[in-house]
């Protein structure tokens, strides 16, 4: 069975730990299968001239074995002696945290993008040290970058009281605190995608959307020219799970970004965002937690309530589980 | 008073430190002085897509208090979790060792200068933080690198078993185990001295040539097309101080590259080598240790012989000291 599913950070990481427990659990059924990840570059930053990938990132340490458990992003066993001279040098940014042994990884990175590697090639060989237990794509070796249009009637650089600010500006120096009024993603119309991911895409036999978020991150991907239009055409089953329970986000500022697009925050809105694929549309699953069972369900998708906290990797996998039997149940 | 000096790493930081001190304590005499430092990089290397300096960080780490001083390279209370990192990618070199706090310097200097600073500019801005106490000024902003020749019978690249080799790769990897045939400095021809070299040469009171090692770290300074000529023609005396000590040098491996330039190891050899000005060479006074005083004097250079091993502070400033009455003895 091959499996392929769309990724940001923290949300999908600890999905897909769920799906590779759970497959490894039900090596029964699932012998063999594969899982291929087409993860989100659009939140991708340049600091102190080191390239940085946080999604891809996320997921390869999260699978690898090297994530900071709790903090759910950055390595373990992390040490910050070149952030505290960095701090001395007062080189600008401050606020976006690099521990040294991420920047290990970010100076691997940018030197062999340097010296011409694609960012696919650079992910396999990073990937080669971690052994994610996955095969782990970017979403386009061209650059993208989601930007943040916010109100900022002191901006001496615009005339309308309008600026973008890069996503990791808004999302971990404002914490999302102002109101986006629109995300850009700039570069997405002439990017294509990378090797493998339309692929990945078509030929598979389940494309699973994890609870990431669907604005910056799964959306971020979607924006990639093709790839929405493989998930509407591919014979595989799609089957989405949401992000959001009992109207609130689990994690993150997802609701700070739905706001913007002018999607309510709570499952049906979601699935109403992705659409169903009968109806041209991304969907034809969806799964919703139990808490939001009572609401109606989406038009054209088949929904199943279940509990979707994740909160360790036997509920993730769980999780990961159901989606899986949905799909296989809408294949049959 | 304003002095100029070249200099290498560990030696010539050594002696500047006690240039600065004896200028210090003797501001009755030296009020106002002013150092200024012409700095060797052809010894820099690009590693890991990070460009390091060691010669002028030696410098600027040893004046800005922030050196490991036993080893006389590399930061104190250094860590070393990039490097882990790097042995897990396993990412080649292995060789150079690079702590953490190091690395963060060569990751702000990498970013300026592919931002488009000049290694001038660069040096200057590290410096705003170590506050060195000396105007410290690249030899170049031209990349100039200093290639050794060795024999290779094995070498699939050369018909001639011979191939040239970073120094680097000679001075750390080999420790200078392998016979230097030759060395090269690569690009020092096309290279211009970097804004205020030759003015520092010409305009001054004092030009000292420290300790360092003659062939590699003052060396490559001089090959730096009108460096030499400015050391021939200034009105300022030239003094220099005697590396080698009873015919070995004081650290460091420059006996391995005296033989190769077919210079004996010893203080008369290396005089002879830099030349007197009356002869068309650089030096008009030359220290050297009380243990060579019996040597012959040097044709066309004031010699004096007095205690040159640098154990601390007292003792190199007393050189330094030494070497500036004895420019101002030849000056008057």
């Known amino acids: 069975m091959n499996i392929t599913a769309l990724a940001g950070g923290i949300g999908g990481a600890r999905f897909l730990v769920g799906l590779l427990h759970h497959l490894s659990v039900r090596r029964d059924k699932y012998a063999g299968a594969k899982v291929t990840v087409v993860g989100n ?15 891809l990132d996320t997921v390869m340490y999260t699978l690898g074995g090297g ?35 991420d920047i290990a990884t970010h100076i691997v990175r940018t030197q062999m993008l340097r010296s011409g590697w694609s960012l696919t090639d650079v992910t396999a060989a990073l990937c080669a040290r971690w052994e994610p237990g996955v095969t782990l794509l ?12 916010i109100n900022d009637p002191d901006s001496a650089e615009s005339s309308d009281g309008k600026r973008a600010i890069h996503f990791q500006e808004w999302w971990v120096r404002l914490q999302a605190s102002v109101p986006a009024q629109e995300f850009v993603f700039l570069g997405a119309d ?38 929405a239009d493989a998930i509407r055409t591919t014979a595989a089953p799609v089957v989405g799970v949401s992000p959001i329970i009992s109207g609130a986000p689990v994690r993150g500022m997802a ?4 706001r913007a697009i002018g999607v309510q925050t709570n499952a049906q809105s ?12 991304l969907l034809d699953g969806w799964l919703v937690d139990e808490q939001d069972a009572s609401l109606a369900a989406s038009p054209g998708m088949v929904t199943r309530a279940r509990p979707l906290l994740m909160i360790d990797t036997e509920t993730s996998a769980a999780i990961a589980g159901a989606a899986l039997d949905l799909a296989v149940e809408i294949k049959a």
């Open 41 to 55: 570059t659009a939140d991708d930053i340049t600091l102190y001239g080191l390239r940085v990938c946080p999604d």
């Open 67 to 101: 994530i900071h458990d709790e903090q759910g992003w950055g390595r373990a066993h992390e040490t910050f002696t070149v952030r505290e001279e960095f701090a001395a040098y007062e080189v600008a940014p401050d606020w976006f945290t690099l521990g040294d042994r």
């Open 138 to 149: 970017p979403m386009s070796n061209e650059p993208v970058e989601t930007h943040v249009v």
């Open 190 to 227: 002439q990017a294509k995608p990378a090797p493998g991911v339309l692929e990945a895409i078509s030929d598979c036999d389940a494309v699973l959307l994890p609870p990431s978020n669907p604005v910056v991150s799964i959306g971020a991907i979607l924006q990639v020219p093709g790839v």
């Open 255 to 258: 609701d700070a970004c739905l």
């Open 270 to 281: 979601v699935a109403a965002h992705y659409g169903a694929r009968l109806g041209g549309g």
